[in-house]
């Protein structure tokens, strides 16, 4: 049986004390009951301090948006794995689509950064995804598997079991326009077939990979059905309390 990923990126959204609030209303929906899925929030980096006090005692888990690739130095601004680590993350997101467009990020960035979080014993959630023009134009595979391509190259097949790959079609975020579970399914197996070509069949079968994009308790039990799609990453609908809620009850039942 499939463990999903039930991810929250809240972006930059949430200042400590909203994040406080909004962590114990999760909690507080969750009281007294338990779940398999694993459940993860990623606040700005300012709110993780109190995201992760909240969630002391529960099986939520915190994680970052972004990280550096150095250990510490004049990186003014910057925030290192050792720091995250400290502050009681588990994961990092790395290479989010608007890290990649509005703070230039390449694919060889991003990359290293996914080495370093792995390195550094935290678990990575590399996302991938083309933009509306690269699927018009119908090379949305290619962009994909450049992307992919340069973070298993930099990573060893040892390193996989913290791997996490979060597809994120660009034309999906944010819109309200959601990936088909057909065109989901296609891509999401396309990734893992990548995934086989550089590290084997059962190696590829335990890299779970997230869909992101629109996810919404309307339409993630379709999304989460299809059987390469092993939880979302989730935007909007993570910023209240029930609609991460329901997705994360909608995974237990799939
Ligand atoms: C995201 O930013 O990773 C995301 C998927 O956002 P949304 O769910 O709001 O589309």
């Keep these: 049986m499939r463990t999903f990923l039930i991810a929250g990126n809240w972006k930059m959204n949430a200042a400590p004390g ?31 301090p109190a995201v992760a006090a909240a969630f002391q005692g529960t099986p939520f888990k915190v994680g970052a948006q972004n990280v550096h690739t150095e250990n510490d130095g004049a990186y003014t601004g910057e925030i290192s794995t050792s720091m995250l680590k400290d502050a009681g993350c588990e994961y990092v997101i790395v290479g989010h689509s608007e890290r990649r467009e509005y703070f230039h990020e390449s694919d060889e960035l991003v990359a290293r950064k996914a080495k370093k979080v792995i390195d550094d014993r935290l678990k990575a959630i590399v996302c991938v995804g083309e933009v509306l023009s690269e699927r018009k134009e119908g090379i949305h ?114």
């Design 141 to 254: 595979e290619d962009v994909v598997r450049r992307q992919v391509d340069a973070v298993l190259s930099h990573l060893g097949e040892d390193l996989s079991d913290n791997l996490v790959i979060a597809y994120e079609p660009v034309w999906a975020i944010g819109t309200g326009e959601t990936a088909t579970p057909e065109q989901a399914q296609e891509m999401h197996h396309f990734i893992r077939e990548l995934i086989k070509g550089h590290w084997g069949e059962a190696r590829s079968a335990k890299v779970r990979i997230l869909y992101g994009g629109s996810m919404k308790p309307d339409n993630a039990g379709e999304l989460l059905s299809q059987p390469d799609v092993d939880g979302g990453l989730i935007g909007g609908a993570s910023l209240k309390a029930g609609s991460y809620s329901e997705i994360l009850k909608i995974s237990e039942t799939v």
């Design 18 to 48: 909203e994040a406080k609030i909004l962590a114990e209303e999760i909690t507080g929906l969750w009281k007294g009951q338990t779940f398999t899925s694993e459940a993860l929030l990623c606040p700005p980096f300012i709110s993780i």
